[in-house]
């Protein structure tokens, strides 16, 4: 079992930054694909970045540039860091953990085994 607990969401305006931690606890001992997601008001919860056991990232199109994935495994912590807010980035955003090393079809939030209760983003213009 793992447990994950997001902080760092909170209100901004457009342009400015967060960083989003996502602290991990349980059987950590086990390198996983761990992922961060966002689901909006009324949409589909959506992939938005993950970083593999080996340190491989990947990241939607929507975010290349703006948002940075990283992970303190010393610390079993989870980063997301964005920059350049958007109204469009306003969502609930949750990390997750797949029981893999290589993250693969990392946006396929189906695949993952563990979640967050998520930390709120929100974005005015």
């Known amino acids: 079992q793992v447990q994950l607990v997001e902080s760092g969401g909170g209100s901004v305006q457009a342009g400015g930054s967060l960083r989003l931690s996502c602290a991990a606890s349980?059987?950590?001992?086990?390198?996983?694909?761990m992922g961060w997601f966002r689901q909006a008001a009324g949409k589909e919860r959506e992939g938005v970045a993950a970083i593999g056991g080996g340190g491989r990232t990947s990241y939607a199109d929507s975010v290349k540039g703006r948002f940075t994935i990283s992970k303190d495994s010393a610390k079993n912590t989870l980063y997301l860091q964005i920059n350049s807010l958007k109204p469009e980035d306003t969502a609930m955003y949750y990390c997750?953990?797949?029981?893999?090393?290589?993250?693969?079809?990392?946006?396929?939030?189906?695949?993952?085994?563990?979640w967050g209760q998520g930390t709120q983003v929100t974005v005015s213009s």
């Open positions: 997750a953990a797949k029981l893999a090393w290589s993250c693969g079809t990392w946006n396929l939030k189906y695949e993952y085994n563990y």
């Open positions: 349980g059987n950590t001992y086990r390198s996983y694909c």
